[in-house]
């Protein structure tokens, strides 16, 4: 069936290193994929999507690519703040359900 | 344009009571989407709700636990003789009409449903 593997936390750096989540998927259609934050005690939202093979999607510095090939849909950021502290799921979509990775606890120290 | 708007925040019941979330979406949304999501884990998919239709319930228990979503007013998910196991966040969430499942999903604060 459909799924997401998405990279274990908890991840720790610095200010201003370079993030990288992993995330790939299993799809027997064409999915969507996205990515959501959810910061403490709220809900999750959307941070970025792609939609077809090749997309990338990006929004507040972070960026990730739809790779067919390896069924990947990494996460990147080139120099991470601490208010980028929260968790970030994967998740993939080909019709009436989305399916949500386990979460990637990330914190940022100064 | 308000989001996703779920109520209680915050609900305490004690084991065997019934516990009723609240999910009203966003103006114009017309599918529902009811979450789990258990401490330290990710979420998990419980049902797919359009208005008087239930559309995927895949996810959900088979005892105890259902959803509706009325023509009128918000959506409901009730759980029924609740357990410790059944402490989570719930979360709504809804898409507008057209592609279904392929739309975004906009997200409510949650539920912390707390079973004591």
């Known amino acids: 069936g459909d799924s997401v593997t998405q990279m274990e936390g908890p991840v720790t750096l610095s200010e201003e290193a370079f993030l990288t989540i992993n995330c790939t998927y299993t799809a027997t259609g064409y999915p969507s994929l996205f990515w959501y934050v959810q910061y403490p005690g709220e809900g999750l939202q959307l941070l970025l999507k792609?939609?077809?093979?090749?997309d990338k999607g990006s929004n507040k510095g972070f960026e990730a690519t739809y790779r067919k090939e390896t069924t990947s849909f990494h996460l990147e950021k080139g120099s991470v703040q601490v208010s980028d502290s929260a968790v970030y799921f994967c998740a993939l979509n080909t019709g009436n359900q989305f399916y949500f990775g386990t979460g990637t606890s990330l914190t940022v120290i100064p | 344009n308000a989001g996703v708007m779920q109520n209680p925040r915050h609900l305490v019941r004690r084991r065997g009571q019934e516990a009723r979330l609240r999910c009203s979406p966003m103006k114009g949304h017309s599918h529902v989407y009811w979450y789990r999501q258990l401490p330290e884990e990710g979420l998990k998919f419980m049902v797919y709700?359009?208005?008087?239709?239930?559309?995927?319930e895949s996810g959900m228990p088979k005892e105890r636990f259902s959803a509706e979503f009325p023509k009128e007013g918000p959506s409901i998910l009730r759980i029924q003789q609740v357990v410790r196991g059944d402490s989570a966040a719930y979360f709504c969430?809804?898409?507008?009409?057209?592609?279904?499942?392929?739309?975004?999903?906009?997200f409510g604060p949650g539920t912390r449903l707390t079973v004591l």
């Open positions: 709700l359009q208005k008087e239709n239930i559309i995927d």
């Open positions: 792609a939609t077809k093979a090749d």
């Open positions: 969430a809804s898409s507008p009409p057209g592609r279904g499942g392929y739309n975004e999903q906009f």
